[in-house]
């Protein structure tokens, strides 16, 4: 699988997220809306496959798929800026500033948003043959993730807001092993297999993803789910996204850059 050495794909983390603070708002909107869509459908049809084998893990073991195709085209997600984007700053890379990093990350955010919303409206319109039926098993499975991960956590208050962050914490710290799992190798089968095993992992223990929830919850909206707007952002989306821009940085990003990069030497006594 061609594989490169630590400090080798380390750099290339620092250079991808200095590529990404400089590239045009035009470009870094469609990339983000595109790796919002196929995320999106992703994740319908992972929990249709769930749903109709009865097998959770099969939709885990196929959900990466839809991370696989995205990263290849080269799109973005918010949870991969989130660990690549701080790198540049942290690196002092000419020019690269906090409010670039914030505009990179704003931008991403809108466009998967954006994305996955379309997404979500045009499966909805398709399950109920333009709103004229009921949305089946699917729909219903779908409405029973919206209400019990924002409800659910908003029994528990402040201790469920915490548990969301946590699992976004967890989520990222996967989903970015999957990103930089992908730049250890130089072949396509190669990025493929470091990418799967993390995402697969993520998606199997429920934890907590900024974009894949983007679709999740107004869909089940959509779809007659008995929570509000505002349960969705403040008892998922803010917790999650916060938690996925620590846990990505915090547990992949930082340890990898100050071990393979600024790498220190032992003194003797």
Avoid at 18 to 40: N, Q
Avoid at 117 to 144: N, Q, R
Avoid at 150 to 178: A, P, Q
Avoid at 205 to 230: A, C, D, Y
Wanted: with cysteine.
């Amino acid at each position: 699988m061609s594989y490169l050495e630590p400090t080798e794909f380390v750099t290339k983390m620092v250079d991808a997220g200095e590529s990404k603070v400089y590239m045009s708002t035009k470009d870094t909107l469609i990339r983000a809306f595109m790796a919002g869509a196929i995320l999106s459908l992703a994740a319908i049809f992972a929990i249709t496959v769930a749903v109709k084998t009865g097998s959770p893990l099969t939709g885990a073991i196929l959900f990466p798929v839809g991370f696989i195709m995205l990263y290849l085209m080269k799109f973005d997600l918010l949870t991969g800026v989130f660990t690549l984007v701080p790198l540049a700053l942290l690196d002092k890379r000419p020019g690269v500033t906090f409010n670039q990093v914030l505009r990179n990350w704003g931008l991403v955010f809108l466009g998967n948003f954006a994305g996955a919303l379309t997404v979500a409206f045009m499966m909805s319109f398709i399950l109920t043959y333009g709103y004229s039926t009921d949305g089946g098993v699917i729909a219903e499975k779908v409405g029973h993730i919206g209400e019990s991960r924002t409800l659910g956590y908003k029994e528990h208050g402040f201790s469920g807001w915490v548990t969301i962050f946590i699992r976004g914490m967890l989520c990222n710290w996967m989903v970015s092993m999957g990103v930089v799992g992908a730049m250890i190798s130089t072949s396509a089968t190669g990025k493929m297999m470091a990418m799967w095993m993390p995402i697969m992992l993520f998606f199997f223990m429920g934890f907590e993803h900024s974009i894949v929830n983007m679709f999740l919850f107004p869909f089940s909206m959509i779809m007659g789910g008995n929570f509000t707007i505002t349960d969705y952002f403040i008892w998922n989306e803010i917790p999650t996204a916060l938690g996925n821009m620590v846990g990505g940085f915090a547990l992949v990003g930082l340890p990898l850059y100050y071990t393979h990069v600024k790498t220190s030497v032992e003194r003797k006594l």
